[in-house]
């Protein structure tokens, strides 16, 4: 079979195609033909070198594919079955620890840039019943991040205010979900062509942030005064301000990126004015990705797909990662 491996240190002209052995599934695992995956910016962290990984690692967290083979002790698959990858297969629910935080695919381990994987059968839940496999895998990660910085770590109402900022993966899901919960919604994006679009998919207040350099406050004014009771945080350190600006009394930031650095000053002061929190998000446990999957169901939601690599064309699809080009989330099929 195919798969695509990282040479150490890393770097996108590291990637090569390989032949490899697919393995038996042994004691409750399952072998899975992966037919889809989808990028986020922590596999490509994980290919340029930014998150090191070991020497030959398959990358590639987000896996969707169809159960081939069933190891001893296995009674929750059967081949056949549809399968949608955990980002944390040890996080089973509540709130996260060290070692749930622990044995990522694509990073601790190998991933899902390959042609078969076999993993514990722990390792996998259904797929959404009324999605194919490149819309399921944009759910792994960007779509479970969405949905626990809207629905666990914090205690949105409809008519609640979001904030979105851009338009990748995550951004346009949270949008999606917030409006599925009856939220209202302001989204930013340096392209009015994109605003237009996540117009469209219900954002009822769009905000160029070139051209308004203090888009904190005009979200704040747009909202009555009020402030909004959450913004999805992708930015980081170079948005914090105007993000706390925009922010209602009691309201949350959910710091899921960092786009824009690792550190930089920040207004605490009027963070603690607000009473506002500032929680970091990375995705969420198998009870959360199982929550998301009911309400994806349930509102037939479907996932915004930018563009669908093939897998030979990974560093490919990383560089059109890279010009931030993209609405929505960018795949690749086996």
């Not at 949905?147 to 346009?172: F, I, N, Y």
């Not at 994109?194 to 051209?211: P, V």
């Not at 959360?288 to 309400?295: E, G, Q, S, V």
């Amino acid at each position: 079979m195919q798969a695509m491996q990282l040479s150490a240190p890393g770097g996108l002209d590291q990637l090569q195609l390989n032949e490899i052995t697919p393995r038996a599934p042994g004691l409750g695992e399952v072998q899975v033909e992966v037919k889809a995956t989808s990028l986020n910016f922590h596999d490509y962290a994980v290919v340029i070198g930014m998150i090191p990984a070991a020497d030959g690692r398959i990358p590639m967290s987000d896996g969707a594919g169809v159960v081939t083979a069933v190891g001893e002790g296995v009674s929750d698959y059967a081949v056949g079955d549809r399968v949608l990858s955990y980002f944390f297969p040890h996080w089973p629910s509540g709130r996260p620890s060290l070692p749930s935080l622990l044995g990522v695919p694509g990073d601790h381990v190998d991933g899902f840039a390959a042609q078969s994987v076999t993993m514990p059968a722990s390792a996998f839940s259904r797929m959404p019943a009324h999605l194919d496999f490149a819309a399921a895998a944009t759910l792994t990660c960007a779509g479970l991040t969405a949905w626990r910085a809207l629905v666990v770590e914090t205690d949105l109402k409809p008519g609640d205010w979001v904030l979105v900022q851009g338009s990748g993966g995550v951004s346009v899901v949270a949008l999606q979900f917030a409006r599925m919960m009856g939220c209202r919604v302001i989204a930013t994006s340096s392209s009015d062509a994109k605003l237009e679009r996540l117009g469209a998919l219900g954002a009822e207040h769009l905000i160029n942030y070139r051209e308004h350099a203090n888009w904190g406050e005009q979200a704040f004014e747009l909202t009555g005064g009020c402030g909004v009771d959450l913004v999805v945080e992708v930015g980081g350190p170079g948005n914090l301000p105007q993000s706390i600006n925009a922010l209602a009394i009691d309201g949350c930031i959910s710091l899921i990126g960092v786009l824009t650095g690792w550190a930089g000053e920040m207004p605490t002061g009027e963070l603690m004015r607000k009473n506002g929190r500032l929680s970091g998000i990375t995705v969420g446990s198998r009870a959360d990705h199982l929550d998301m999957i009911a309400a994806v169901e349930a509102n037939d939601l479907q996932p915004v797909i930018d563009k669908t690599f093939a897998l030979p064309e990974l560093a490919e699809a990383f560089r059109y990662q890279e010009s931030q080009q993209h609405f929505g989330k960018i795949c690749v099929s086996l």
